[in-house]
């Protein structure tokens, strides 16, 4: 809003302000309908109902959630939901979350959802889809379980991986990096460590806190913000979804948080491409997906460059493409700003990366033998370096407008 707002933004405002006081609220908050196909220990797989009109067709779509946050990352507010959008693109449409963590879920590791959860969600997904590949989506941490399932089993029916906000080299996390040295000095006999184990895991208003100081510029200037824009219906209704996004966040299980504190926080265990899970070393060299992979311009949780550190590590994958697109952690996936920017690559991954219908065999008569000619190095998928990383994949999308 100007300084001097014209009459028809005074008008806007009043009636915003008016249906806000009526109402209780701006935002059209309706979940996208959606089935319950299968379920165990914190894994709860929803396939998203066709719409009427448009249907559904081509290989199913997988949305990952990560550990704490709430499943309405994916569906945060009609206008602003990545579900909403696949289902009326006509893809199938399924979603991965884990329920309510309580205390009794303390001794979960993170290998639970790397070895059990993320695997059994895939093979569920695509056998529901009647044995097609599925494309999988993680944000945050649920990006970092698929990177890590998909490497442990190469064979799951995978077409594509797409991980968005993801950080791999935490060392290049400004929030983590400065702490780095003083963790180490407590050799995991801190107060950390003590207060996880006692508590069980991290307790959700820790959770709801570290997320919120991840954005704490917009949280101090965000009264001022409504102020000013108080015409600006579309902002107010994202407002009104974050904060209810954030007021639905969970607590870590206590084994989970006590993996991602010492090996991510304090070890970088990541970094160097390859993490112990259950015993046994997983390498993400052993990919064989291609990966899109997504970073925030504006991300403070998962810097450009702590995102961008995955990309050699991924050497086994056919092509790895890379994106840089406005926003902060959340808006990168759901902000009004990733319509133009995220879907819209995504839907051409999608569609590069779609499995070809199956065709029944013709007999042929027999033909002559003829001299095989051996295939060079350069025309196997994965082999030629040139051809793993595309000219076009590190183009950055700028905001719209």
Same mark, same amino acid.
């Given at each position: 809003?100007?300084?001097?707002?014209?009459?028809?933004?005074?008008?806007? /405002?009043?009636?915003?302000?008016?249906?806000?006081?009526?109402?209780?609220?701006?935002?059209?908050?309706?979940?996208?309908?959606?089935?319950?196909?299968?379920?165990?220990?914190?894994?709860?797989?929803?396939?998203?109902?066709?719409?009427?009109?448009?249907?559904?067709?081509?290989?199913?779509?997988?949305?990952?959630?990560?550990?704490?946050?709430?499943?309405?990352?994916?569906?945060?507010?009609?206008?602003?939901?990545?579900?909403?959008?696949?289902?009326?693109?006509?893809?199938?449409?399924?979603?991965?979350?884990?329920?309510?963590? #309580? %205390?009794?879920?303390?001794?979960?590791?993170?290998?639970?959802?790397?070895?059990?959860?993320?695997?059994?969600?895939?093979?569920?997904?695509?056998?529901?889809?009647?044995?097609?590949?599925?494309?999988?989506?993680?944000?945050?941490?649920?990006?970092?379980?698929?990177?890590?399932?998909?490497?442990?089993?190469?064979?799951?029916?995978? /077409?594509?991986?797409?991980?968005?906000?993801?950080?791999?080299?935490?060392?290049?996390?400004?929030?983590?990096?400065?702490?780095?040295?003083?963790?180490?000095?407590?050799?995991?006999?801190?107060?950390?460590?003590?207060?996880?184990?006692?508590?069980?895991?991290?307790?959700?208003?820790?959770?709801?806190? /570290?997320?919120?100081?991840? #954005?704490?510029?917009?949280?101090?200037?965000?009264?001022?913000?409504?102020?000013?824009?108080?015409? *600006?219906? *579309?902002?107010?209704?994202?407002?009104?979804?974050?904060?209810?996004?954030?007021?639905?966040?969970?607590?870590?299980?206590?084994?989970?948080?006590?993996?991602?504190?010492?090996?991510?926080?304090?070890?970088?265990?990541?970094?160097?491409?390859?993490?112990?899970?259950?015993?046994?070393?997983?390498?993400? /060299?052993?990919?064989?997906?291609?990966?899109?992979? %997504?970073?925030?311009?504006?991300?403070?949780?998962?810097?450009?460059?702590?995102?961008?550190?995955?990309?050699?590590?991924?050497?086994?994958?056919?092509?790895?493409?890379?994106?840089?697109?406005?926003?902060?952690?959340?808006?990168?996936?759901?902000?009004?700003?990733?319509?133009?920017?995220?879907?819209?690559?995504?839907?051409?991954? %999608?569609?590069?990366?779609?499995?070809?219908?199956?065709?029944?065999?013709?007999?042929?008569?027999?033909?002559?033998?003829?001299?095989?000619?051996?295939?060079?190095?350069?025309?196997?998928?994965?082999?030629?370096?040139?051809?793993?990383?595309?000219?076009? #994949?590190?183009?950055?999308?700028?905001?719209?407008?």
């Amino acid at each position: 809003m100007d300084l001097v707002p014209k009459p028809d933004q005074v008008v806007s /405002a009043a009636g915003n302000a008016a249906h806000l006081l009526l109402y209780g609220g701006l935002a059209d908050l309706r979940p996208m309908p959606r089935t319950l196909i299968d379920e165990d220990t914190l894994r709860e797989v929803y396939h998203y109902r066709e719409v009427p009109d448009v249907g559904s067709s081509g290989d199913p779509v997988l949305l990952v959630t990560p550990l704490a946050a709430p499943a309405i990352c994916f569906d945060l507010r009609r206008g602003c939901s990545l579900a909403e959008h696949l289902v009326t693109s006509g893809r199938p449409t399924y979603l991965v979350e884990y329920g309510n963590v #309580s %205390f009794r879920d303390r001794n979960l590791g993170i290998e639970h959802w790397v070895e059990e959860v993320v695997p059994a969600a895939v093979r569920a997904v695509s056998e529901h889809a009647g044995g097609r590949p599925v494309h999988v989506v993680g944000w945050s941490l649920g990006g970092i379980f698929a990177l890590l399932a998909a490497a442990a089993y190469p064979k799951l029916p995978i /077409a594509s991986l797409s991980v968005i906000g993801s950080p791999v080299d935490v060392a290049r996390v400004p929030l983590v990096a400065p702490l780095r040295p003083l963790l180490d000095l407590t050799r995991g006999h801190g107060l950390v460590t003590r207060a996880y184990r006692a508590a069980g895991g991290a307790p959700t208003p820790l959770v709801r806190w /570290a997320f919120q100081l991840s #954005s704490f510029q917009k949280l101090v200037t965000k009264p001022l913000a409504i102020a000013t824009r108080l015409d *600006d219906i *579309d902002f107010l209704a994202q407002l009104e979804a974050v904060d209810r996004f954030t007021a639905g966040m969970t607590a870590y299980p206590g084994r989970s948080f006590g993996q991602l504190y010492h090996r991510f926080a304090k070890g970088n265990a990541l970094a160097g491409g390859s993490l112990e899970v259950d015993g046994r070393e997983v390498s993400l /060299a052993a990919i064989t997906a291609p990966v899109l992979v %997504f970073a925030g311009a504006t991300d403070g949780i998962a810097p450009v460059e702590s995102v961008r550190a995955v990309v050699p590590l991924l050497s086994g994958s056919p092509e790895v493409q890379f994106e840089i697109v406005p926003g902060g952690h959340l808006g990168m996936l759901t902000g009004r700003a990733a319509r133009d920017t995220t879907w819209r690559a995504l839907d051409e991954w %999608f569609d590069r990366w779609k499995s070809k219908p199956k065709r029944a065999a013709r007999k042929r008569a027999p033909a002559k033998k003829a001299t095989a000619k051996k295939a060079s190095p350069a025309d196997k998928i994965g082999t030629n370096p040139n051809r793993r990383h595309s000219s076009a #994949s590190s183009r950055a999308l700028s905001p719209p407008g």
